[in-house]
């Protein structure tokens, strides 16, 4: 059976006559080399997913004729709230946080953090999220933001969830995370420090709020890898 590759159509552009532009359209036709009568499968990131037939390539773009779509619910998903680093792995990180099904993503200044928090989302990181949405064939990217006003604000919005959590490589009296505290509901926020860890300040912020302190482990984590570690039990709790 012949591969039948994935592309991204932004959701208001997924109308009639459907359309592949730019970066997409020069995938499909120079790279991965599709001809004109094959199959192809889109998805626009919001639920929607849809099988077209390849009725042209131009050199700009490509017209594709609907043979079928769907909608895929929202399926349960948490927060992350991750403490702003230096982008090294970031776009790995959003890549991994789509094949995981992530629901939303923060990132927010962190007293420690090494580098500034920009005032909007970057362009990169929204191609980083199609291209994990593509590799996994997930329909769905995560809501994206950046939260201003710290840790505070991570706090303040916390107590919106039914649990919350921070991953804090200090003292949290033996309580481990399990999969457990990541079943049964969407309504959970997992708080990530930055690459330098959290200070003393935002954690006695967070207790406060209601966080839960809890622990990974004996090993000091990345962040990168303890994100990707929380998201992965998360999503193993709801198969």
């Known amino acids: 059976m012949a591969t039948v590759h994935t592309f991204f159509l932004e959701p208001a552009k997924w109308q009639a006559p459907f359309t592949l532009q730019g970066a997409e359209a020069h995938h499909l036709s120079r790279v991965l080399r599709v001809r004109k009568g094959d199959t192809v499968r889109l998805l626009d990131g919001q639920g929607r997913l849809g099988f077209f037939c390849v009725a042209s390539i131009e050199k700009n773009h490509v017209l594709l004729s609907l043979e079928h779509e769907e909608l895929t619910p929202r399926p349960p998903a948490c927060t992350l709230a991750a403490g702003y680093s230096k982008a090294l792995r970031r776009g790995w990180f959003l890549e991994k946080a789509v094949e995981l099904e992530a629901g939303a993503l923060w990132f ?16 990169a990181w929204q191609g980083s999220l199609v291209a994990g949405a593509k590799q996994s064939v997930n329909p769905w990217l995560p809501h994206m933001e950046s939260v201003t006003g710290g840790a505070a604000a991570v706090a ?20 481990l995370l399990t999969q457990q505290d990541l079943a049964g509901t969407d309504s959970t926020l997992l708080v990530i420090g930055p690459e ?39 999503w193993w709790a709801r198969q």
Request: hydrophobic residues 45%; glycine residues 10%; charged residues 25%.
């Open 156 to 175: 303040a919005r916390a107590k919106n969830f039914d649990r919350a959590f921070m991953l804090y490589e200090g003292e949290t009296e033996g309580r």
């Open 196 to 234: 330098g860890g959290f200070s003393p300040a935002e954690v006695t912020t967070l207790i406060e709020a209601g966080v839960v302190a809890v622990s990974l482990g004996k090993r000091i984590l990345r962040w990168e890898t303890a994100a990707v570690l929380v998201l992965g039990m998360a």
């Open 108 to 123: 927010w200044q962190g007293d420690y953090s090494q580098a500034s928090l920009p005032d909007t989302e970057k362009e």
